[in-house]
Each structure stands twice: as structure tokens, then as C-alpha cells.
């Protein structure tokens, strides 16, 4: 899709690799250590159990790599992407072109950009994917997969397996959809029914239209949209989801969008939220502390609010929150890798 030089090429390989020596060799070290400082113990809480790791110089250098290795990705002034993109503007429309006109597209230049989104600069991401023309192109390049088992886009394309073994949906909106990694296997997965994904970010946008231009589906279509007022009809939709939408908003706003999701579904409709969630006190140590590390500002009071509770009060029924497994045996505890604890949240809107 848009080709580097040489150098930024080679950069950025050694910093896939790091990612990949990261999860899969440091993080087992780390847990060696808090296993033998923990010395049988249990920690009853995320504070007790980073406590033991306070004067650890593995959690240190792990904490570095994880940080400023994502900033060097998209920062490094020379071979970061962001630099490297700038450097080839017509690389980069060359590869947005298909976009142009696209019937896979619409757009709303005057969309207003929600305050808490310009906030914060989510991932790292300079400018959070508002910034520049090629912020699809560099989202799609991050977001790539961390551990050996899992191939990439794996958990978008077992979402959609996971929501195609529950029913048939003639309607669905995907929210916060990206450059449609999640809305492109769920129009797969569902051939017959109408799927739109929203999202604020053009370029994302543009980038998911050149990718239906591509390869399709046909029953797909991308919207610049705010998912916390979309505009659309109530009960509009029989299956409203998100992917990593949730822990991107501050609280106020996940409750917003719960209950915009609610209005949106039609009686008896689905909603399913797929994130991340985890309260085992060691592991709700690290994600929370990722969240510190990589920028994912509003991902701590997420991962502590009662969802449980909040679903209900948006009025759903039949809530369910349960882990969700994005690859193959990612969810044994006995799993030695560092993950996400991917985590869906669905309800039901009642018949009456
Ligand atoms: C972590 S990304 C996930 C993208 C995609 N669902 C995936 O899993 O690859 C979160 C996305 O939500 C979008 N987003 C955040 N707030 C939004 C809002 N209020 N309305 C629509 N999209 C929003 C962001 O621009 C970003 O693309």
C-alpha cells in the first residue's frame, strides 16, 4: 500500500522486533520476578501488587521499551513513520486515490472533533488520528499484531465469527470503526445485511473506503460520524458494536454512548462492546499502567467502573460480560505472553 526507504524501513523492523522480544521475553521475565518477590502472597490490589515492583529495575526497562519505543515508531524525528510520511505526500494520496469518490464513503467536513478526543493523543499517536492525511496509513502500520500465535487482524475477524454464531442481523452500526478493521469482517460475516461503521477520522475513513474498493464486501459503507450522536432513527439497528471504542472515552461519555447505542437498537436488538477489562491485581497493575505508558488517558477509570451496573441503567436486559479470546488459547491462565484482557459487554434492548 505505500512503500519506506530503505532505512526507515529497516527502523521500523527493529522496532516490530523489540515490540515482539517485549511481550514475549520480558514479559515472562517480569513475571518471574514478581512471582518470586510475591513469594506465595497474593496482593488484594492493583497498588499492593505494583508495590512488590517499586524498586524493580526489570519493571523499569520494561516500562521504557513499552513507552518510548511506541514514541520513537511514529516520533523518531528521522525514520519514525510520521517523518517518513511527511517526507512523501504523494505516496501517500497515491495511496488514499481509490478513496476519492468512493461509493463506500460518505463525508462530513464539518464534523465537530468531541474536546476529549483533542485531548489526548491516544497511542502516542501524534495529533490522534485528526492530524494528518496519512493517519490511517500510519494506524494501520501500529496496529499490528504483538505475539507469535496471532495473526494479524485475528480478534476483529473471531469478533465477528463470535457475533455471527449468535444470529443473523440484518442491520448493524459499528462505532469508532478505524479504517474498518473490525466493520470489514463483520460485513463479511454477515452477507445479506446492511453494515455501516462511523468513525471520526477522515483519513481512517479514507483508508477503509480504499480498502472495500479493494476487496469489498459490497454491503459495507464508512460515515463520518460522532458515535455519541449519530443521527440515525431510533431502533434503526438489530446489532449496534464497537471494538476498543469504550476505553478511548471518558466515563461520562461511555455512558453517553451506551445510551446512544440503546436508542439505536431496535426491541429486542443487540449491543456488543468489545474491550478490555481485568481486576486479577497483578494484571490490572500492568494494563492500568500501560494505559499511564501509552497514553490511553481515560483506559484506568474505564477498566473500574461497574459496567455491570452501567449497562443496566442504559436499560439493558440479558447483560453479559465475559473474556473474550483473541487468539488461540490466550485466555489459559497458564498463557506465558503479554495480551490485552479483551473483554465483551453485550445487552439486549427489551421486546417492550
Ligand atoms: C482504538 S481505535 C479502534 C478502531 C477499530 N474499532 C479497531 O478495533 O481497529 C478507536 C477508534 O474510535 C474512534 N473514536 C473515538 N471517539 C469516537 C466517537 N465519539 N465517534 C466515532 N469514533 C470515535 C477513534 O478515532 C478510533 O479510530
New binding site residues.
Given amino acids: 500500500m505505500h512503500r519506506f526507504d530503505r532505512s526507515t524501513t529497516a527502523f521500523q523492523e527493529f522496532i516490530a522486533s523489540m515490540r515482539q522480544h517485549w511481550a514475549n521475553r520480558m514479559y515472562p521475565a517480569l513475571v518471574a520476578e514478581y512471582r518470586a518477590r510475591a513469594a506465595g502472597d497474593a496482593p488484594d490490589s492493583a497498588e499492593a501488587a505494583g508495590a512488590l515492583l517499586s524498586d524493580s529495575a526489570t519493571y523499569r526497562w520494561f516500562g521504557f521499551v513499552e513507552r518510548h519505543f511506541q514514541r520513537m515508531k511514529y516520533s523518531d524525528p528521522q525514520w519514525g513513520l510520521a517523518a517518513a510520511f511527511e517526507r512523501d505526500p504523494e505516496g501517500v494520496a497515491r495511496a488514499l486515490a481509490a478513496a476519492e469518490g468512493s461509493r463506500y464513503l460518505t463525508l462530513d467536513p464539518e464534523l465537530a472533533i ?1 474536546a ?2 483533542r485531548a489526548v493523543d ?2 502516542q499517536h501524534p495529533g ?3 492530524g494528518a492525511p496519512y493517519d490511517g496509513l500510519m ?1 494501520l502500520i501500529s ?1 499490528a499484531s504483538i505475539h507469535p500465535t496471532t495473526r494479524r487482524f485475528e ?2 475477524e473471531r469478533f465477528a465469527a463470535w457475533l455471527a454464531d449468535r444470529g443473523r442481523f440484518e442491520r448493524v452500526l ?10 470489514l469482517p463483520i460485513a463479511r460475516a454477515f452477507p445479506e445485511a446492511e453494515v455501516i ?5 477522515e483519513p ?1 475513513l479514507r483508508l477503509a473506503a480504499v480498502m472495500a474498493e479493494e476487496s469489498g464486501p459490497a454491503n459495507v459503507h464508512f460515515a463520518q ?5 449519530t443521527g440515525h432513527a431510533d431502533g434503526s439497528f438489530d446489532l449496534v458494536t ?4 469504550l ?3 471518558p466515563l461520562r ?1 461511555v455512558r453517553n ?1 451506551l445510551a446512544e447505542s440503546f436508542r439505536l437498537s431496535r426491541p429486542g436488538g443487540w449491543v456488543v462492546h ?1 474491550d478490555f477489562r481485568c481486576h486479577e491485581p497483578w494484571k490490572q497493575f500492568l494494563i492500568e499502567g500501560h494505559a499511564v505508558r501509552n497514553n490511553e488517558g481515560y483506559l484506568p477509570q474505564f477498566n473500574r467502573m461497574d459496567m455491570q451496573a452501567a449497562l443496566r441503567a442504559a436499560g439493558f436486559e440479558e447483560v453479559g460480560i465475559e473474556p473474550f479470546a483473541e487468539a488461540e488459547g490466550v485466555t489459559d491462565p497458564a498463557w506465558p505472553y503479554w495480551r490485552f484482557p479483551w473483554t465483551l459487554f453485550a445487552g439486549r434492548r427489551p421486546l417492550k
Fill in positions: 468531541p476529549y478526543y491516544i497511542h490522534n488520528l485528526v494506524y496496529a480478534a476483529h459499528d462505532m469508532g470503526c478505524g479504517f474498518g478493521k473490525s466493520t461503521g462511523i468513525e471520526l477520522s481512517c460520524k460522532d458515535a455519541l450522536r464497537s471494538t476498543q471504542l476505553h478511548e472515552l461519555e454512548l468489545l
